[in-house]
């Protein structure tokens, strides 16, 4: 039998809700993480998770991997990395007295950059043309990236040492940063029974054709020009606070989000409509995934920093503010 017909079968919401629930059988709790991980994926967009350590992080990641299938590289980040351990170099070989390209393990389908803020500017920097074009030049040649890829990273906000903060160009790069909490104490009975034994496996549900199939189908699905514009609202609020009935913002927000978020906000939640088993996008889709969006591409003043004002608490400030329009669908058109 061959491998697409071992794969499951069925309508693109009952397949994803296949490939959800395999990645749950082995990550207990944590069920936003894992639905924004895999809206993600069919978004085209990276992922940022930022939690305390031990809380499934790269679990999450490496599984989800797995039940989508694909090529899948763990890139430990550590001070001394340099960029050509992550895009590859050129290594002179004296039997040819040649030069040859060895490409780096960022050439798959997906990349996990573990613990991401430990290594140096350099580093991170070697990142955006891989998130962004997709691609990689080494003396002078591009190298295109395998489709799909996407870069899920981790990082440990609570450290101080020996840790590099994302600079706001990179962090814009991600289409969410998730906040991963601990779990509660019913979900972490759950953990003990589940890992304390052998642990579970996940086995495969998609393939990189289903994956790129489904990417597809979410970038059809519909958007009513009143959703569109519910969007633009959403993001000029940020820039301009007081045009939108919240002149307190003023002072907390230095600079709004960009064009990325706008164009986030559509892509993530036509992914969103999707697994939901809609083709049309609700503004109910926009804002559900409005937070993981938006708040880490928000610049906020310095005394807002100092006051410990956090960009989430925000941008739920501005979905407050911002009503949604009313939109209904002729479900035979």
Request: with cysteine; glycine share 6%.
């Amino acid at each position: 039998m061959s491998v697409a017909e071992e794969l499951p079968d069925g309508t693109d919401a009952e397949v994803l809700r296949q490939a959800l629930d395999e990645v749950r059988r082995v990550i207990v709790g944590q069920e936003h993480m894992v639905e924004r991980l895999v809206v993600a994926l069919l978004a085209r967009g990276h992922c940022l998770l930022e939690g305390v350590p031990g809380v499934a992080k790269t679990l999450a990641a490496s599984t989800l991997a797995t039940v989508v299938g694909g090529t899948f590289a763990r890139i430990q980040f550590t001070p001394d990395l340099v960029p050509s351990d992550i895009v590859g170099t050129r290594v002179y070989h004296p039997s040819t007295e040649k030069f040859d390209v060895e490409l780096g393990p960022v050439f798959v389908n997906f990349l996990l950059a573990d613990e991401i803020n430990r290594a140096p500017a350099k580093v991170q920097s070697a990142l955006l043309e891989v998130m962004a074009e997709r691609q990689v030049t080494l003396a002078g040649v591009t190298h295109p990236l395998p489709r799909p890829f996407v870069v899920l990273a981790t990082q440990n906000p609570i450290e101080s040492e020996g840790v590099y903060p994302l600079p706001e160009v990179q962090r814009d790069r991600f289409l969410f940063r998730v906040r991963v909490t601990h779990p509660s104490a019913h979900e972490e009975l759950q953990i003990l029974q589940r890992m304390s034994v052998t642990p579970p496996s996940a086995s495969r549900v998609l393939d990189p054709e289903r994956l790129i199939a489904l990417q597809q189908t979410a970038e059809n699905v519909s958007v009513h020009q009143l959703v569109a514009d519910y969007v633009v609202r959403l993001v000029m609020a940020t820039r301009a606070p007081a045009d939108y009935g919240l002149p307190d913002l003023v002072d907390t927000i230095e600079i709004g989000v960009s064009p990325r978020a706008t164009l986030g906000l559509v892509s993530a939640g036509r992914a969103l409509a999707v697994l939901r088993g809609r083709d049309y996008l609700l503004p109910d889709d926009v804002r559900d995934v409005a937070v993981d969006v938006m708040s880490h591409r928000l610049m906020l003043t310095f005394d807002a920093l100092a006051d410990g004002v956090d960009p989430e608490e925000v941008i739920r400030q501005i979905l407050h503010a911002v009503p949604p329009p009313l939109v209904v669908w002729n479900q035979n058109r």
